[in-house]
């Protein structure tokens, strides 16, 4: 949403399709985390998957979504996530609470 114009603007497609995730914002990136991915042949699985979507990544300037390093415990789905006091990390921390993951 465009808070100056109040109208929504579309953004780029996630790297993978997913449902049943998280998202929030780190450091003016969007993250989206875990949740339930379709493959190319739109098989579904759990993924531990993440996601940034950061202003001006690509080569020409473009904003693009990058695949990040995995969640450290594996698959979640259903959990809302909150970002945390940032001065601890370069890049930021997220708290992710509720959910279900392979523990249930």
């Given amino acids: 949403l465009d808070l100056g114009e109040l109208r929504w603007e579309r953004q780029p ?3 993978t399709g997913r449902a049943l995730h998280a998202c929030c914002t780190v450091r003016k990136s969007i993250v989206v985390l875990g949740g339930l991915a379709a493959d190319q042949a739109g098989n579904t699985a ?3 998957s993440v996601e ?3 202003f001006g990544l690509s080569e020409a300037g473009e ?4 695949m990040m390093p995995p969640l450290s415990f594996g698959w979640i789905i259903d959990h809302a996530a909150v970002v945390i006091d940032e001065s601890e990390s370069v890049r930021g921390q997220v708290l992710l609470i509720g ?5 249930g």
Wanted: charge should be negative; avoid cysteine; charged fraction near 30%.
């Fill in 13 to 15: 497609d996630l790297t």
């Fill in 46 to 48: 759990f993924t531990a």
């Fill in 52 to 54: 940034t979507l950061g």
């Fill in 63 to 66: 904003n693009i979504f990058k």
């Fill in 99 to 103: 959910g279900t993951d392979d523990e």
